[in-house]
């Protein structure tokens, strides 16, 4: 198994940048592939980003392409979303999530183990 929390969500102004981090827990990070996905109240969650297990194939929806990077740091149990020129859009609640196994997944479903969230507000 595997524990996540994350940190580093707030209320930033359009075109600013917020950092998130995903501290880990538990099994050998590096055998988890894993996922950054955001919730709207009363929408589906879904992929913002994700990354497998060695950090050497990343994924970005069209939405954040070019303003947001996914990275992972396998020494320190740690992955991070950085998210820059950040726009109303964005605001959201933010999860990261694990799957074990190398490759990443694009839906909610095919991970197992979640963080509890962290709310990112951009205000126009």
């Known amino acids: 198994q595997v524990q996540l929390v994350e940190t580093g969500g707030g209320l930033v102004q359009a075109g600013g940048s917020l950092r998130l981090s995903c501290a880990a827990s538990g099994r050998t990070f590096g055998s988890y592939a894993m996922g950054w996905f955001r919730q709207i109240p009363g929408k589906e969650r879904e992929i913002v980003g994700g990354?497998?297990?060695?950090?050497?194939?990343?994924y970005l929806t069209d939405d954040v392409k070019g303003r947001f990077t996914i990275s992972r740091d396998n020494a320190k149990y740690t992955l991070t979303l950085q998210m820059n020129s950040l726009n109303p859009e964005d605001t959201a609640g933010y999860y990261c999530a694990a799957r074990p196994g190398a490759s990443f997944w694009y839906q909610p479903s095919e991970y197992p183990y979640w963080g509890q969230g962290t709310q990112v507000t951009v205000s126009s």
């Open positions: 990354i497998n297990g060695w950090g050497t194939s990343t």
